[in-house]
């Protein structure tokens, strides 16, 4: 039954994926609509204000959603680009558009307008989407405000993998990571409990069963510890990127790797028989990859499927191993306590479990 | 494993009932073993004697059972007992290849259990290879994998794991299943002197009536009750002249000839039990007296007797006899009831 599910599931997220989902932007404009006039200092000229024209294309865009202006002209907003770099890092956004001092004095004087982009380069496949999507927006602009069309979009990447370093290696690295962690640490404790068939045994000495399964919680997190420091230094060894702290990425794969070493303990409890661990690992591992955003954007899917990838460990650590890795963001954040909070809420069901299951000699 | 006082009871049970449900599955039964002696419980599948035991190894809830029950005078009946019970006690289960880890070696698989009643991994491997020593495991495979050894040595490597503790009492559940019939005494043997050497107390549940040669009391259970606990010689000796069988080869042998040899007049207590196609086993009262009129009676009725031998009889005969008691006790029991029935109709 599993097979054609997954394909109809994967079916499902791709038909609803098909929608265009518009590229989050924030403007900052130091466009000035007043000047002085070169040959005398005491006069000024004010000029209409294209900025606001432009932003109204913007809005008007069905390819872009604006999420914050910032007006920095004249040193309204200070910090505008550094805010709206922070709002680029932790992802609310997926470019900037920087509109320059000179932008409404060029039209009005009749040369080319100037837009700067910066665009979210982590993932350097999309890039593309982006430029496209804010040049749909100056197409209106040209179109309703009867300018000439030559336009300079200038392009400024921002956290793209330095040139020294492989970019394909990189780029798949920030997918392999997340996936490989939690996979193994997955599929190696998965069997722990229900294969171990001298537990009936044991139970007749005075261990516990809550005893038991501590014991394997310990010797997996400490196999998972030597687990992840090895992949970890294979992966720096052979060029990989860390634009954030090396210790941000271990705890967080660490973090990651232990929702998977739970989630396997919790169906290693549950399950009665190996053959039932392992259905239930395959419609978990398939279900935690096509909901994990890889496939499709994970708001893209309906709302339903939306909340089940969210409830997922690999929709939460992906992102955060992604962020350390290409934009240098910290492991402690939302996604890490949801990732606390599910490893938790599955090791306190599995001993649930265990406590309540009859073991027999 | 104290060689103290042989009147010191281990295990005393008083009025021990077992419910399931609606089912009973222990009508109430009362024993107690000695510190020393070795118990065997014996019975067909469904009699009760894994329910016993899993009782006084804290392995069924209060709430199923009722009655007086004490394991190194602490009750099963209250949780907090159960650690203290399970450190006292060992057990050795049916199946190695269920309760045995067979990757490991035979010394680490010590290691794992004893660890579990606290013993050191120093002293748990001293404990280990005297152990391993009385019981004959060769010292080449202490350090291979336990899947390489014989099925006779895993079982003794299970019954090393279930003393490593020094328990006051060894639990043993069908100690000769799995192991080839040529070994089963092998097994027994080393129980025996298990028992003799470190005077270890046992109890022991089985439907392998051999394992009654090496038992101090042997109990019989049926349905849940249980029918008879004494040694096996007073067993033997409250049959028919202690126990005295004839054996008789009888050509064609049927159940009209059985019947006719039940009719026998001169003797009391005629008890006959077919142990082949053609052999029946006949015990009485005045057994020397009557035989060889028996004889002449079995002629006189036209039964051929091909072959005759006398002999005492053994531990399964007199279980035998106890359950095929019992089964005709039922059996008239029904007839009466459904008489009363058709009669009331």
Same mark, same amino acid.
């Given at each position: 039954?599993?097979?054609?599910?997954?394909?109809?599931?994967?079916?499902?997220?791709?038909?609803s994926?098909?929608?265009?989902i518009?590229?989050?932007?924030?403007?900052?404009?130091?466009?000035?609509?007043?000047?002085?006039?070169?040959?005398?200092?005491?006069?000024?000229?004010?000029?209409?204000?294209?900025?606001?024209?432009?932003?109204?294309?913007v809005?008007?865009?069905?390819?872009?959603?604006?999420?914050?202006?910032?007006?920095?002209?004249?040193?309204e907003?200070?910090?505008?680009?550094?805010t709206?770099r922070?709002?680029?890092?932790?992802?609310?956004?997926?470019?900037?558009?920087?509109?320059?001092?000179?932008?409404?004095?060029?039209?009005?004087?009749?040369?080319?307008?100037?837009?700067e982009?910066?665009?979210?380069?982590?993932?350097?496949?999309?890039?593309?989407?982006?430029?496209?999507?804010?040049?749909?927006?100056?197409?209106?602009?040209?179109?309703?405000?009867?300018?000439?069309?030559?336009?300079?979009?200038?392009?400024?990447?921002?956290?793209?993998?330095?040139?020294?370093?492989?970019?394909?290696?990189?780029?798949?690295?920030?997918?392999?990571?997340?996936?490989?962690?939690?996979?193994?640490?997955?599929?190696?404790?998965?069997?722990?409990?229900?294969?171990?068939?001298?537990?009936?045994?044991?139970?007749?000495?005075?261990?516990?069963?809550?005893e038991?399964?501590?014991?394997k919680?310990?010797?997996?997190?400490?196999?998972?510890?030597?687990?992840?420091?090895?992949?970890?230094?294979?992966?720096?060894a052979?060029?990989?990127?860390?634009?954030?702290?090396?210790?941000?990425?271990?705890?967080?794969?660490?973090?990651?790797?232990?929702?998977?070493?739970?989630?396997?303990?919790?169906?290693?409890?549950?399950?009665?028989?190996?053959?039932?661990?392992?259905q239930?690992?395959?419609?978990?591992?398939?279900?935690?990859?096509?909901?994990?955003?890889?496939?499709?954007?994970?708001d893209?899917?309906?709302d339903?499927?939306?909340?089940?990838?969210?409830?997922?460990?690999?929709?939460?650590?992906?992102?955060?191993?992604?962020?350390?890795?290409?934009?240098?963001?910290?492991?402690i954040g939302?996604?890490?306590?949801?990732?606390?909070?599910?490893s938790?809420?599955?090791?306190?069901?599995?001993?649930?479990?265990?406590?309540?299951?009859?073991?027999?000699? | 494993?104290?060689?103290?006082?042989?009147k010191?009871?281990?295990?005393?049970?008083?009025?021990?009932?077992?419910?399931?449900?609606?089912?009973?599955?222990?009508?109430?039964?009362?024993?107690?073993?000695?510190?020393?002696?070795?118990?065997g419980?014996?019975?067909?599948?469904?009699?009760?004697?894994?329910?016993?035991?899993?009782?006084?190894?804290?392995?069924?809830?209060?709430?199923?059972?009722?009655?007086?029950?004490?394991?190194?005078?602490?009750?099963?009946?209250?949780?907090?007992?159960?650690?203290?019970?399970?450190?006292?006690?060992?057990?050795?289960?049916?199946?190695?290849?269920?309760?045995?880890?067979?990757?490991?070696?035979?010394?680490?698989?010590?290691?794992?259990f004893a660890?579990?009643?606290?013993?050191?991994?120093?002293? @748990?491997?001293?404990?280990?290879?005297?152990?391993?020593?009385?019981?004959?495991i060769?010292?080449?495979?202490?350090?291979?994998?336990?899947?390489?050894?014989?099925?006779?040595?895993?079982?003794?490597?299970?019954?090393?794991?279930?003393?490593?503790?020094?328990?006051?009492?060894?639990?043993?559940?069908?100690?000769?299943?799995?192991?080839?019939?040529?070994?089963?005494?092998d097994?027994?043997?080393?129980?025996?002197?298990?028992?003799?050497?470190?005077?270890?107390?046992?109890?022991?549940?089985?439907?392998?009536?051999?394992?009654?040669?090496?038992?101090?009391?042997?109990?019989?259970?049926?349905?849940?009750?249980?029918?008879?606990?004494?040694?096996?010689?007073?067993?033997?000796?409250?049959?028919?002249?202690?126990?005295?069988?004839?054996?008789?080869?009888?050509?064609?042998?049927?159940?009209?000839?059985?019947?006719?040899?039940?009719?026998?007049?001169?003797?009391?207590?005629?008890?006959?039990?077919?142990?082949?196609?053609?052999?029946?086993e006949?015990?009485?009262?005045?057994?020397?007296?009557?035989?060889?009129?028996?004889?002449?009676?079995?002629?006189?009725?036209?039964?051929?007797?091909?072959?005759?031998s006398?002999?005492? @009889?053994?531990?399964?005969?007199?279980?035998?006899?106890?359950?095929?008691?019992?089964?005709?006790?039922?059996?008239?029991?029904?007839?009466?009831?459904?008489?009363?029935?058709?009669?009331?109709?």
């Amino acid at each position: 039954m599993m097979p054609p599910a997954i394909i109809m599931l994967f079916a499902f997220m791709s038909t609803s994926a098909s929608i265009t989902i518009p590229v989050k932007v924030s403007v900052v404009s130091y466009d000035s609509n007043t000047f002085v006039n070169q040959n005398n200092y005491t006069e000024t000229t004010t000029w209409d204000n294209y900025t606001s024209k432009y932003l109204d294309a913007v809005k008007e865009s069905e390819l872009l959603e604006l999420i914050e202006f910032y007006d920095a002209s004249d040193h309204e907003d200070e910090y505008a680009m550094e805010t709206a770099r922070y709002e680029l890092r932790d992802g609310n956004i997926e470019c900037i558009i920087v509109i320059p001092v000179e932008f409404t004095e060029l039209l009005s004087t009749g040369y080319p307008g100037i837009i700067e982009l910066i665009p979210d380069s982590s993932n350097a496949m999309a890039i593309q989407d982006k430029l496209n999507a804010v040049q749909d927006s100056i197409n209106i602009f040209v179109e309703e405000n009867d300018l000439d069309p030559e336009y300079v979009l200038q392009e400024y990447e921002e956290f793209s993998v330095p040139s020294k370093y492989n970019f394909r290696y990189n780029y798949n690295m920030t997918i392999l990571l997340p996936f490989m962690t939690f996979g193994i640490s997955f599929v190696l404790s998965i069997l722990v409990v229900v294969q171990e068939k001298p537990i009936a045994r044991l139970l007749l000495t005075p261990v516990q069963k809550a005893e038991i399964l501590l014991s394997k919680y310990i010797v997996y997190s400490i196999v998972l510890a030597l687990q992840v420091f090895l992949v970890l230094t294979v992966a720096i060894a052979n060029g990989l990127y860390i634009a954030g702290s090396v210790i941000d990425l271990y705890l967080s794969l660490y973090m990651l790797g232990f929702a998977g070493v739970s989630l396997g303990m919790f169906i290693s409890t549950v399950s009665n028989t190996k053959t039932e661990a392992n259905q239930l690992y395959f419609a978990f591992f398939i279900v935690s990859i096509l909901l994990s955003g890889m496939f499709v954007p994970i708001d893209a899917m309906p709302d339903y499927l939306q909340t089940i990838a969210y409830m997922l460990p690999l929709s939460h650590g992906a992102p955060i191993i992604k962020g350390i890795l290409s934009k240098g963001k910290s492991f402690i954040g939302f996604d890490f306590f949801w990732l606390l909070g599910i490893s938790s809420v599955l090791i306190i069901l599995s001993f649930l479990v265990i406590n309540r299951k009859r073991y027999e000699v | 494993m104290s060689t103290g006082n042989l009147k010191e009871v281990v295990v005393n049970v008083e009025n021990l009932e077992v419910t399931f449900g609606e089912k009973k599955i222990i009508h109430p039964v009362s024993f107690n073993v000695k510190r020393g002696e070795i118990i065997g419980f014996f019975g067909i599948s469904g009699a009760g004697k894994t329910t016993i035991i899993r009782v006084l190894t804290c392995q069924i809830s209060k709430k199923n059972w009722t009655g007086n029950v004490n394991v190194t005078n602490l009750s099963p009946g209250s949780k907090k007992n159960h650690s203290k019970i399970l450190s006292n006690i060992g057990y050795v289960p049916q199946l190695e290849e269920l309760n045995l880890y067979y990757d490991l070696t035979p010394l680490k698989n010590v290691e794992v259990f004893a660890s579990c009643y606290g013993v050191k991994k120093k002293e @748990a491997k001293k404990i280990a290879m005297e152990l391993f020593s009385i019981l004959d495991i060769p010292e080449d495979t202490w350090d291979n994998p336990l899947k390489k050894m014989s099925g006779g040595e895993k079982k003794r490597v299970s019954m090393a794991i279930g003393l490593i503790h020094k328990p006051d009492i060894l639990f043993l559940d069908e100690p000769t299943t799995g192991v080839d019939a040529a070994k089963r005494y092998d097994v027994l043997s080393y129980l025996k002197k298990l028992n003799r050497r470190l005077g270890t107390t046992m109890v022991l549940i089985s439907h392998d009536m051999e394992a009654a040669l090496i038992v101090d009391r042997a109990a019989i259970l049926r349905d849940g009750k249980l029918l008879e606990y004494d040694s096996n010689s007073n067993l033997i000796t409250s049959l028919p002249s202690k126990g005295l069988v004839a054996r008789f080869s009888i050509e064609n042998l049927n159940e009209e000839k059985i019947n006719i040899i039940k009719e026998f007049p001169n003797a009391t207590n005629i008890k006959t039990i077919r142990v082949g196609n053609e052999t029946l086993e006949v015990l009485m009262d005045d057994f020397e007296k009557n035989l060889s009129k028996l004889i002449q009676f079995m002629m006189k009725n036209g039964l051929k007797i091909n072959a005759m031998s006398r002999d005492v @009889a053994t531990f399964r005969r007199y279980f035998q006899l106890r359950i095929q008691e019992e089964e005709d006790k039922e059996r008239l029991i029904k007839i009466q009831q459904d008489a009363i029935e058709e009669v009331e109709i």
